[in-house]
């Protein structure tokens, strides 16, 4: 009886820690519908508290993490925003033409290509080469400007000697 009554004051003591998250958190919420594809400015949102034992990860605790940011759906006023709500506003279409940019040391590449997908500045995106048809993943920079990495291009062996010497 006392080793039972032991292990159920330990378990106790060890669960202590779960309940002590009580209380609110702070969360950023809009103060008004912000209808999908509408950019949020700072004046749409407003700070609203939540019980902390309900708080779950991706949710946006600061203005500066969704102002700026295009809402992927209807966004209702006074509800929790998830960072999946929200994404950068479209500066690259699917089908337009943008200045790929390829930079390594010492070495300066621009190029046309097609953008095979959509996504804002710090997105990833597919661009293809019209004249190949090869496609690359690069990084969209600004409106209708992408930057390729290294990761992305295969140089032949040949062409990679030119450059290391």
Request: aromatic share 4%; hydrophobic share 50%.
């Amino acid at each position: 009886m006392m080793l039972r009554l032991f292990l159920f004051a330990t378990a106790l003591l060890m669960a202590a820690p779960a309940f002590a998250a009580t209380g609110d958190m702070r969360v950023v919420v809009p103060n008004r519908d912000i209808a999908r594809g509408e950019v949020i400015s700072e004046a749409d949102l407003v700070y609203g508290t939540i019980p902390a034992n309900t708080v779950f990860s991706g949710i946006a605790t600061s203005v500066d993490a969704l102002s700026g940011m295009e809402a992927r759906r209807m966004l209702r006023a006074h509800e929790i925003v998830r960072a999946d709500d929200v994404r950068h506003p479209i500066v690259v279409t699917k089908g337009s033409i943008v200045t790929m940019t390829f930079e390594a040391p010492g070495v300066s590449l621009t190029a046309s290509g097609r953008a095979m997908s959509e996504g804002g500045v710090g997105d990833t995106v597919t661009i293809q080469n019209p004249a190949s048809f090869r496609q690359v993943s690069a990084v969209v920079t600004a409106p209708g400007a992408v930057r390729v990495s290294t990761a992305a291009l295969t140089v032949s062996p040949s062409a990679r000697m030119a450059l290391n010497h």
